[in-house]
């Protein structure tokens, strides 16, 4: 991603909740993520993901791992 500012932290809690809660507060434009589920092929993106693409205030692209 030449010429954005990306961030990576590490906050304890419920992945879903502290990214949308982190999104807010710093006021993010965009959240990407990767889909990652570990239930086979009934699912196309994990339960973390399927919140915050839900749930977000700002797009969020979900790109493979």
């Known amino acids: 991603l030449e010429g954005y500012e990306t961030?990576?932290?590490s906050i304890l809690g419920y992945a879903a909740?502290?990214?949308?809660?982190k999104a807010e507060k710093?006021?993010?434009?965009?959240?990407?993520?990767?889909k990652c589920s570990?239930?086979?092929l009934y699912r196309i993106?994990?339960?973390?993901?399927?919140?915050?693409?839900r749930?977000?205030?700002?797009p969020v692209?979900?790109?493979p791992n």
């Open 38 to 40: 570990k239930k086979g």
């Open 45 to 53: 993106i994990g339960s973390v993901t399927s919140k915050v693409v």
């Open 26 to 34: 710093d006021s993010y434009d965009i959240i990407i993520m990767t």
């Open 61 to 63: 692209i979900v790109i």
């Open 7 to 9: 961030y990576k932290f």
């Open 17 to 21: 909740d502290e990214i949308l809660k």
């Open 55 to 58: 749930n977000a205030n700002v």
